[in-house]
């Protein structure tokens, strides 16, 4: 996990049907992300077509190159009774952390997606805000529109990290649970959307 940890700016791909992969800035593998729980998951025309979002219990594992464990990250309705809940394991199965979704809502529309990256206490450790392309400049009645770049900041509202839809960009060192809750945020957000 270590190997891992010491990037300071990973690509993230999306593969489809709860599997993804991250590189590094030269372009190497280091780690690829696989569901090991759960139903099996739609395609993105049958996700944005379906009647409803797919909620049920999944969880996905990403492994190095050389086939060992870096993290787990799942969702588990049973203990958690909700979809906004996703929670993130170490290799030895202790929890690291959780990604919970808290929407800016106005009405029915959601203004802005926020997530609040927590520890295994559940305490706040950072917010997660996706940034909005037409902030301003929508007609009135319409939702904004929201881009794939999300800032990440600390409680104190310090910038630590960044992600620009490829790239996860570390703007300072982190506590390494918290460098894993940032780094596995992306693969979070997409299940928290019903992927």
């Known amino acids: ?12 791909k999306n593969l489809g049907r709860r ?18 729980h759960g139903g099996k998951p739609r395609g993105r025309l049958a996700r944005m077509f379906a009647p409803e979002r797919d909620y049920s219990n999944a969880a996905l594992r990403a ?9 787990t990250i799942s969702r588990e309705m049973e203990r958690t ?3 906004g809940a996703i929670t993130l394991y170490s ?11 808290d929407p800016l809502l106005d009405g029915d529309f959601i203004m802005q ?10 305490c706040v450790q950072s917010s997660a805000v996706q940034r909005l392309i037409s902030k301003g400049r929508k007609p009135p009645g319409n939702p904004p529109v929201h881009s794939e770049k999300i800032d990440y900041a600390n409680t104190y509202g310090t910038e630590i990290a960044f992600f620009d839809g490829k790239w996860i960009t570390l703007e300072r060192e982190l506590p390494e649970f918290l ?11 997409d299940l928290l959307d019903g992927a």
């Open 1 to 12: 996990m270590s190997a891992f940890l010491e990037l300071s700016k990973v690509a993230y």
């Open 19 to 36: 599997r993804y992969q991250y590189f590094a800035e030269d372009g190497e593998l280091v780690a690829d992300v696989a569901q090991i």
């Open 63 to 71: 492994a190095s190159p050389d086939g060992n464990s870096i993290f």
């Open 81 to 83: 009774g909700s979809h």
């Open 91 to 101: 290799p030895d199965g202790k929890m690291v952390g959780g990604v919970r979704s």
């Open 113 to 122: 997606n926020i997530w609040r990256l927590v520890d295994q206490e559940a």
């Open 179 to 189: 460098q894993l809750l940032v780094v596995a945020s992306p693969i979070a957000f």
